[in-house]
């Protein structure tokens, strides 16, 4: 697993950032030169979206936006703090469908991450969040980032979410009152999680 240190970070290549291949799609950690590709799609998605987001700034939907994020989610990579990758139509790997972030890691005695995700309104029902997760990011955050538990949390009405979860072997481990704060009120959230079976420690400490 790639990993550096803070004195390389400015020698990170697209190489060596985690890239996977799946029936359909190409999930991978965006590169600079996919930004505008990245800012079409939230900008398209702005609407079908914001029910289950928090508030957004203006500046969220510009290329320059996601031109710094870009270089940010790099950095919280090599740092060991997240892993964010989009999820690109596999024939082109121009056109942005989606995203998953596995945000907020944790090591020592927890080795555990956060995990949230959108899709593009035009693709859903055809089990490609699914496909992304089962098929390429998760394995990856078991087996080579060594985490033990994936939590995954979804607002109580949002059935599709939930639905997906339990497909994913995800399991209800409570409920939180104003958990979060989207689009303009907070809510109840149902708690899940999905552990390794198979977990091994990581090599660093």
Same mark, same amino acid.
């Given at each position: 697993?790639?990993?550096?240190?803070?004195?390389?970070?400015?020698?990170?290549?697209?190489?060596?950032?985690?890239?996977?291949?799946?029936?359909?799609?190409?999930?991978?950690?965006?590169?600079?030169?996919?930004?505008?590709?990245?800012?079409?799609?939230?900008?398209?998605?702005?609407?079908?979206?914001?029910?289950?987001?928090?508030?957004?700034?203006?500046?969220?939907?510009?290329?320059?936006?996601?031109?710094?994020?870009?270089?940010?989610?790099?950095?919280?990579?090599?740092?060991? #703090?997240?892993? =964010?990758?989009?999820?690109?139509? @596999?024939?082109?790997?121009?056109? &942005?469908? /989606?995203? %998953?972030?596995?945000?907020?890691?944790?090591?020592?005695?927890?080795?555990?991450?956060?995990?949230?995700?959108?899709?593009?309104?035009?693709?859903?029902?055809?089990?490609?969040?699914?496909?992304?997760?089962?098929?390429?990011?998760?394995?990856?955050?078991?087996?080579?980032?060594?985490?033990?538990?994936?939590?995954?949390?979804?607002?109580? #009405?949002?059935? =599709?979410?939930?639905?997906?979860? @339990?497909?994913?072997?995800?399991? &209800?481990? /409570?409920? %939180?009152?104003?958990?979060?704060?989207?689009?303009?009120?907070?809510?109840?959230?149902?708690?899940?999680?999905?552990?390794?079976?198979?977990?091994?420690?990581?090599?660093?400490?």
């Amino acid at each position: 697993m790639f990993r550096t240190t803070p004195t390389d970070l400015n020698s990170i290549q697209p190489r060596d950032l985690p890239r996977f291949v799946t029936r359909r799609l190409v999930v991978r950690v965006a590169a600079a030169g996919d930004t505008d590709a990245i800012a079409r799609y939230v900008q398209a998605n702005a609407d079908f979206l914001q029910p289950w987001e928090p508030p957004r700034p203006p500046s969220y939907y510009t290329t320059e936006y996601w031109k710094g994020q870009v270089a940010r989610d790099a950095d919280d990579y090599a740092r060991d #703090r997240s892993l =964010r990758v989009f999820l690109f139509d @596999r024939a082109t790997e121009s056109h &942005v469908i /989606g995203v %998953a972030t596995f945000g907020n890691v944790v090591r020592g005695a927890a080795q555990y991450c956060t995990l949230g995700y959108a899709l593009s309104q035009s693709t859903q029902g055809q089990g490609l969040m699914r496909e992304a997760l089962e098929d390429a990011a998760i394995p990856f955050l078991f087996r080579s980032m060594h985490l033990h538990r994936i939590q995954a949390n979804y607002i109580p #009405r949002n059935e =599709r979410s939930g639905g997906l979860l @339990r497909r994913l072997g995800f399991v &209800v481990e /409570g409920y %939180a009152r104003d958990y979060l704060y989207i689009n303009g009120r907070w809510e109840d959230h149902i708690l899940t999680s999905l552990t390794n079976a198979n977990w091994e420690p990581p090599d660093a400490p």
